[in-house]
């Protein structure tokens, strides 16, 4: 099994870690500390090593920080988490913030007092972070102070060792290019930043770059390191060699060499003495690579990390494997919501479904000889009041029963060598009310408008975020979470730079994969989303346009349960698109399935009237 109940509880949390932490920092004259949710590779995917919010708070979700005062503390936290962190996080403690409203920066100038020393370990906080975070304790007179070594480590007892996963490699015929090819475009794309070399600190960078995959992250493949590339093609690895077996490191000695990891400060402070200038992501690099460039007389070039779009545009070898996975997933999906149906209400809790839909998409895997390597990400099972917990993660503490009226919300990905799959469906437990009929509704219209949506090149996913919300607005409802996601190839379930939300600056290219995946949450009752996975893809010009267009093409193939819908909220053009989807889910993933699930599939997907 890959998803873990344990309970995040633990009765040391809080309180006597905090009292430990303001003693350290008492000691080293200190008056306060940030600790995000990051480690040195500023991704959303950290080791059990490096989840220090999480072991001085409690909280488990994926975006966080907290700041230790000597006579307070606070945790920020955005809108997906304002249930779950009141849920996780000793609210004695702990004042909770908003990360979006009165990020640290903001709530520095307003709270932080004059004269304060407050601390921070550079590795953990980008370069732009830094900026914000300096030009804010200046402003109230105060001082950030970085440290060599994080506070949080030298208490910390029994701190995980870092992971030392095996690394593999990921053929051509699923990345669907040859990593020295890649590396050559990576080397031209660096001389055009105007810089000498580049440090790749995205572990899912190195991964794509060099075409290799790995374990050190919970549910995403990725080998932890760093990488410096340089424009006359010699590239250096950074990475534990025990890592490595025999043919991994044979191979990765053909393109670069390989150091530990211990060795890399050094190389980029001789580097910058050599007078390189040496390109780092404002947006992914520590800020600690950045001074250790200019302390030692090198030039920092901000420019984005150049790996970073070829990842995100998928060739057509990746965007064949991910529409291969999708059929199989669908009918792993299939196969759970049919057994769900059988089910008698109140006779299952959501850990059971979690379970079975592992089974399902094992079972499917070894059909199709693709093995499920794992889940891509904790599967979130709400029922009921749970479902309302954007980011739920079930344990054995909180696992509901499924019962009668209640709304079951799951949302689910896997990770297959041919692609990451990520789909959420919500259904009924008994008879619906009125009401979620409704709201269910106004969310699949919301998901049918962006899956509809036409746009010009150069589009950006804020651009076309307002569509997935306005059936909610005419409302007046809303969610508080983005619309969409990108997503890896055997990668990341969540990828960027691509993204639908109102923050989401990057450019929709032809070959992006993302999540079209709006909701309605009623706290305290229940939740409803909604989720395929969609590719960008250039459409034909349009009837009598003047431009060509771009638009999505749906990946995910599983049905809406039809007792929540009510057709008569749905435009002709809406439920025409929802019948054809019915019809391609069938006729892609029936063939897959046989008996009593490919009944099911069939009375699932009925065309409405």
């Given amino acids: 099994m890959f998803q873990s109940f344990d309970s995040a509880g633990d009765p040391t949390v809080g309180k006597p870690r905090v009292a430990l932490l303001r003693q350290w920092l008492k000691e080293n004259g200190l008056d306060g500390f940030v600790v995000p949710r990051a480690d040195e590779h500023q991704g959303e995917y950290v080791p059990p090593r490096s989840n220090r919010l999480r072991w001085l708070t409690g909280f488990s979700g994926s975006a966080g920080v907290a700041i230790v005062l000597a006579r307070s503390a606070h945790i920020f936290v955005d809108g997906r988490y304002t249930l779950q962190v009141r849920d996780e996080v000793d609210l004695d403690i702990f004042t909770v913030e908003s990360l979006i409203d009165n990020p640290p920066s903001v709530w520095i100038k307003e709270s932080l007092p004059k004269g304060a020393r407050l601390g921070i370990d550079p590795w953990l906080h980008t370069m732009g972070e830094v900026k914000a975070l300096t030009t804010a304790t200046e402003k109230v007179g105060a001082v950030l102070v970085p440290l060599a070594r994080n506070p949080i480590d030298a208490i910390w007892e029994d701190q995980p060792d870092a992971p030392l996963a095996p690394v593999e490699i990921h053929p051509e015929a699923f990345a669907g290019e040859l990593a020295k090819d890649k590396l ?6 660096i001389e055009n930043d105007g810089a000498t070399h580049a440090i790749l600190t995205d572990p899912s960078s190195l991964a794509w770059a060099f075409n290799i995959r790995g374990g050190d992250v919970p549910h995403t493949p990725l080998a932890l390191g760093f990488a410096i590339l340089s424009a006359d093609g010699s590239h ?85 494997g991910s529409r291969a996975a999708h059929r199989r997933d669908g009918a792993a999906v299939a196969k759970l919501l049919c057994w769900l149906d059988r089910q008698n209400p109140g006779s299952l809790d959501e850990i059971a ?25 904790d599967t979130i099972s709400g029922a009921g009041a749970n479902g309302a ?13 499924l019962a009668e009226g209640e709304l079951f919300l799951l949302d689910s990905g896997a990770q297959y060598q041919d692609g990451t799959t990520d ?108 989720e395929n996975l969609i590719l960008v893809t250039p459409t034909a010009e349009l009837p009598g346009g003047d431009i060509a267009m771009h638009g999505f093409e749906t990946l995910t193939l599983a049905p809406f349960d039809q007792r929540l819908l009510r057709a008569d909220l749905l435009t002709r053009e809406e439920l025409d698109w929802l019948n054809a989807y019915h019809a391609r889910v069938l006729a892609e993933i029936g063939p897959m399935l046989d008996g009593e699930t490919l009944a099911w599939l069939e009375k699932a997907t009925a065309q409405i009237a």
């Fill in 184 to 189: 050559k475009r990576l080397a031209a794309a």
């Fill in 236 to 320: 250096a690895v950074f990475m534990d060699k025990r890592k490595l077996g025999r043919t991994e490191e044979a191979y990765l000695t053909q393109l670069a060499d390989i150091k530990a990891p211990s060795k890399l400060d050094d190389a980029v402070a001789a580097l910058a003495k050599s007078g390189a200038k040496i390109a780092l992501d404002p947006v992914l690099a520590a800020d600690r690579l950045r001074a250790l460039i200019e302390d030692n007389g090198g030039t920092v070039v901000q420019a984005p990390d150049p790996a970073r779009l070829p990842r995100a545009t998928k060739n057509a070898q990746e965007i064949a």
């Fill in 353 to 377: 479904v979690v379970t079975k839909l592992e089974e399902c998409r094992r079972q499917t895997g070894e059909e199709t000889q693709m093995p499920l390597r794992d889940v891509s990400f």
């Fill in 389 to 401: 917990i954007m980011h739920y993660r079930v344990s054995k503490a909180t696992s509901r029963v």
């Fill in 423 to 530: 789909i959420t469906r919500t259904m009924p437990v008994g008879k619906p009310s009125e009401e979620m009929r409704e709201r269910f509704t106004l969310v699949l219209k919301g998901m049918i408008a962006i899956s509809l949506a036409r746009f010009p090149a150069g589009t950006r996913g804020a651009d076309i975020d307002a569509l997935a919300r306005i059936a909610l607005w005419k409302n007046g409802l809303d969610y508080a979470h983005g619309t969409g996601h990108g997503v890896g190839s055997y990668l990341a379930v969540h990828e960027g730079p691509q993204r639908i939300a109102k923050t989401g600056m990057e450019k929709l290219l032809a070959g992006m994969i993302l999540s079209n995946e709006p909701g309605y949450y009623k706290e305290g009752h229940y939740g409803i989303r909604l």
